[in-house]
Structure formats: structure tokens, C-alpha cells
């Protein structure tokens, strides 16, 4: 086993996803040797990009198997290269298709499986997660000797700018399509939305502590009175039907930057504060002082939505005469 961290590239219809930079970023903050992978069918040009962007020394794995995302070629092709390198830790993206593998690729190769990190403390080498929605912090380390595959949380470090690095080297392996018992046929896109949240300059986004689904219309006529306003939600109130997944911020919804952030009613669990915690100004309207929401907001209401919100619109209205 050597010292390299690896990172797995993601991409999709032939563009290398932000988040690549995000893992890179990542195993940086760590220390040792950072190197890239990325799979494929044709790679070079993606793998090329990476190294472009990134300075990393790139491995593209080509394969006709790869040419579309499928846990089981993932899994089998990337086993194979570190059965060759033995690298200490492997990062994948914490991301739908993280999700899908990362673990079963720990369990192929014997290695700890490390899931949502969102930070590394280099003093102890142990990796920082959050749990129980945010409330306790967690650090996890494999075993001695052990390696471990790790899903990273978008947004978890700050990547640097595009090309601030000399490129990386690039070398390409081709593989046979392994044998799989699965296939992807194709992506559906998702319907088009009427919502466009990372366009929006204030998102007054929702959560559970509205209690009744009648009060979203104080949320819309709040976000109305800003020129380019927005309704975001967590993902419970959608879940519940209260708003269309469309309006839904977080890791499984939009992730936004807003120049306000105004989460009311919010508890702030992990998956949501991940896709807005780089908001320029973050205010929490919450009755509960100990909140997760609270680590990431600037400013905190401590208070009923109910009564706060319907006195910020009348003093809104009265200071725009």
C-alpha cells in the first residue's frame, strides 16, 4: 500500500462535473500524493480536461463498458487498478452515483467504506462527518494498513481556479468491457421546471417548522417582493407534497448562492445546509436555539415564523414607500 489518494472523476454527457474539483480540493487538504481516474469510452478528451483543470497526473480507464455510467464496470475496472497500486485512500464524490458503488467497491477490494465526510483532521488522519441531522460531528479512520473508500460531500472544500497549476500527465489503459447482469438503457432528463433557484439573488426557502402547508403563501409572497426572488424547500416539505420537487435545495435538490438566504422553518439537516451553506448571507428564522441551521447562518430570528414573517413584509412594503 503507498501514500497516493486517488479520486474518482465524475462526468456526464461528456463534460467533467464541478464536483471533481471539489474532490480534489479535498484530497489536497489532506496531504500526500493526489492523482486522478477517470472512466470512459472515448476518456482521452475527458481525462485531458482533468489534468488541464486540475495539474493532477490523470488515469484514464477506457472501455466500451464505460461509455455510459454502470455500477458494475465502475466497480470491476477500478478494482483492477488498485489491486495494481494499492493506493491508501480512494475519493468519490458523494453524489447519486457515488452513492451507487463507492460501498460495494470497499466490500470487492477489502477496504473500509467512509461515507459523507465533510471534513480531515491531519493531526489523527481521522475524516469528519456529521450526524443525527447535523447535530453531533463524527471522525471515522480505518484500521492500520487498511485502506478505504471514501464518499466526499460536494462543497466541502473550496476548489482551486481552473488552471492555476501546470497540466497533469495523462496516460490512457484500455480494458475489455467486463462481464456485467446489469445495463443502463438511458437517462430520462427531468421535466423542465418553472424555478430557476441558482439564478435567484434572495431565496426565502421553507421547511417543516411551518407546521401547515396554508402558510407557504406567506413564504411566495415574501420571496415576491424581491425582483428576483425565489421559493426554495427542504426536502421533507416536498416530500410531503407541500411544494414540486422543483423548488427542493440541498444534495438531492438544487444547490444555490444566493445573496440571501432565508431559511424559515429550516432544522438545517446536512443534505440541505451542503447545497446552501456558500450563500452570501445566510438568516434562519427558527424557534429552536440549537438548530444545525444555526452553524451555517450568519444571522438567527428566534422566533415564530408566523408572527415574523407577515411584520417583514408590512416593514418591507412601508420602507419601499
Not at 500500500?1 to 462535473?17: C, G
Not at 447519486?96 to 493531526?123: K, R
Not at 407546521?211 to 424581491?226: Q, T
Request: aromatic share 6%; hydrophobic share 40%; glycine share 8%.
Amino acid at each position: 500500500m503507498n501514500k497516493d489518494i486517488w479520486i474518482i472523476a465524475e462526468h456526464f454527457e461528456n463534460r467533467v462535473r464541478p464536483v471533481t474539483s471539489d474532490l480534489v480540493a479535498f484530497a489536497r487538504k489532506m496531504g500526500g500524493e493526489v492523482k486522478a481516474v477517470i472512466l470512459g469510452h472515448p476518456v482521452k478528451p475527458l481525462a485531458e480536461d482533468v489534468a488541464q483543470k486540475t495539474g493532477c497526473e490523470v488515469t484514464g480507464i477506457d472501455s466500451p463498458g464505460a461509455a455510459v455510467y454502470n455500477s458494475e464496470v465502475y466497480r470491476n475496472l477500478i478494482k483492477k487498478l488498485c489491486e495494481r497500486n494499492q493506493p491508501r485512500y480512494l475519493l468519490v464524490p458523494h453524489t447519486p452515483l457515488g452513492w451507487d458503488f463507492a460501498p460495494a467497491l470497499a466490500v470487492d477490494l477489502g477496504y473500509s467504506s467512509i461515507s459523507a465526510v465533510t471534513d480531515f483532521n491531519p493531526e489523527n488522519s481521522t475524516f469528519i462527518r456529521q450526524i443525527l441531522n447535523g447535530k453531533l460531528l463524527e471522525e471515522l479512520k480505518s484500521p492500520p494498513g487498511c485502506s478505504a473508500v471514501v464518499t466526499v460531500m460536494p462543497g466541502s472544500a473550496n476548489p482551486e481556479p481552473d488552471n492555476t497549476r501546470p497540466p497533469g500527465s495523462v496516460k490512457i489503459l484500455e480494458f475489455e468491457s467486463p462481464p456485467v447482469k446489469t445495463r443502463t438503457i438511458r437517462y430520462l432528463p427531468a421535466k423542465p421546471g418553472t424555478v430557476n433557484l441558482k439564478d435567484a439573488e434572495v431565496i426565502v426557502a421553507a421547511g417543516r417548522g411551518l407546521k401547515v402547508p396554508e402558510r407557504i403563501e406567506l413564504i411566495r409572497e415574501l420571496a415576491s417582493l424581491f425582483k428576483r426572488g425565489a421559493v426554495g424547500a427542504s426536502r421533507p416539505l416536498c416530500d410531503q407534497g407541500w411544494l414540486p420537487l422543483e423548488h427542493q435545495v440541498g444534495m438531492t435538490g438544487a444547490t444555490v448562492s444566493p445573496k440571501l438566504y432565508l431559511a424559515c422553518g429550516i432544522s438545517g439537516a446536512l443534505q440541505h445546509t451542503m447545497g446552501m451553506k456558500n450563500s452570501s448571507l445566510i438568516v434562519a428564522v427558527n424557534t429552536d436555539r440549537k438548530a444545525p441551521i444555526l452553524q451555517v447562518a450568519h444571522f438567527c430570528v428566534n422566533t415564530d415564523l408566523s408572527k415574523f414573517i407577515p411584520v417583514l413584509i408590512k416593514n418591507i412594503r412601508k420602507f419601499r414607500g
